[in-house]
C-alpha cells in the first residue's frame, strides 16, 4: 500500500505569510507525528496525535505553530507569520499506535524555505 | 527526560572494511531503541529496533546492534562496508511508556563509503 505522503514537496514563501503542510498517513495509523529537521537542531519532535486523544504539543517550538488532525486521518500543520528560522524540512510519520516500539513511517518531507 | 548520543559526526570506512557507529542513551524508563538511515534526498528509513526483547537485533542490509544496558549503548555495526552504505545514520530513542511514542533524534553520524 502507499506510504506516509506530504504536500507539497517544497515551499518557499515570504517571511510574514502563513503557511499550511499536508500529511497524509498509511491508512489505518492511528498514530501520526510531526518533526523538523533543521541545519543546528538535527531532528526534533513538533506535535503527536493518538486517536481522538488531546494531541501532545510539546514540541511545538511557539504560539505561531498550530496542527489539526481532521477525522482521525489526514493533518494540517500551520506556520503562521514565517520566520526565517522556520526553513527547515517538516517530516511526518505515523505508526500503529499504542506502547512497544511500534516503527514510525516517515514521509518525504516538505522542504520550507522562508525568505 | 531521554537523550541519545552519537559520539561520531562522522566516519570514513573503506568499502569491504567493518563499519561501526556508536550510541549512547539516556532513559528513566526501558527504553525502545531505533536505527534510522536518511541517504540523500530520501526519506527516513528504519534500520533496526530495539524493544526489550533479545539484546542484539538484527536489521536489514547487514546491520545488526546490541544493547548493553550496563554501557547505555547501542552502537550499530555491519561486518563489511558496501558503497551504497554511505548516508547520515541517526540514534534514537523513545520512551513509549505512555503510548506517546515521540521519538528523540541523535545528532547523527555521516558514513562514507572510500573505494
Known amino acids: 500500500g502507499a506510504g506516509v505522503s506530504q504536500s507539497p514537496s517544497n515551499k518557499v514563501t515570504e517571511k510574514g505569510k502563513d503557511v499550511e503542510l499536508r500529511c497524509d498517513p498509511i491508512?489505518?495509523?492511528?498514530?501520526l507525528y510531526w518533526y523538523r529537521q533543521s541545519l543546528g537542531q538535527g531532528l526534533e519532535f513538533l506535535i503527536y496525535?493518538?486517536?481522538?486523544?488531546?494531541?501532545?504539543k510539546s514540541g511545538l517550538p511557539s504560539d505561531r505553530f498550530s496542527a489539526e488532525r481532521t477525522g482521525g486521518s489526514v493533518s494540517t500543520l500551520t506556520i503562521q507569520r514565517t520566520q526565517q528560522e522556520d526553513s527547515a524540512v517538516y517530516l511526518c510519520?505515523?505508526?500503529?499506535?499504542?506502547?512497544?516500539?511500534?516503527?514510525?513511517?516517515f514521509g518525504p518531507g516538505t522542504r520550507l524555505t522562508v525568505l | 527526560a531521554q537523550s541519545v548520543t552519537q559520539l561520531d559526526s562522522h566516519v570514513s570506512v573503506s568499502e569491504g572494511t567493518p563499519v561501526l557507529l556508536r550510541c549512547n542513551y539516556s532513559?528513566?524508563?526501558?527504553?525502545?531503541l531505533f536505527w534510522y538511515v536518511q541517504h540523500p534526498n530520501k526519506g527516513l528509513q528504519l534500520l533496526l529496533k530495539?524493544?526489550?526483547?533479545?539484546?542484539l537485533v538484527k536489521g536489514i542490509n547487514g546491520f545488526e546492534a546490541e544493547f548493553k544496558k550496563s554501557e547505555t549503548s547501542f552502537h550499530l555495526t555491519k561486518p563489511s562496508a558496501h558503497m551504497s552504505d554511505a548516508a547520515e545514520y541517526f540514534c534514537?530513542?523513545?520512551?513509549?511508556?505512555?503510548?506517546?511514542?515521540?521519538?528523540?533524534f541523535g545528532t547523527g553520524t555521516r558514513l562514507t563509503i572510500i573505494p
Open positions: 510519520a505515523s505508526s500503529s499506535g499504542g506502547a512497544g516500539g511500534n516503527e514510525q513511517f
Open positions: 491508512s489505518g495509523h492511528t498514530a
Open positions: 496525535f493518538q486517536g481522538n486523544s488531546a494531541p501532545d
Open positions: 532513559s528513566s524508563y526501558s527504553p525502545s
Open positions: 530495539y524493544t526489550s526483547a533479545a539484546t
Open positions: 534514537v530513542v523513545s520512551d513509549g511508556n505512555f503510548g506517546n511514542e515521540k521519538l528523540t
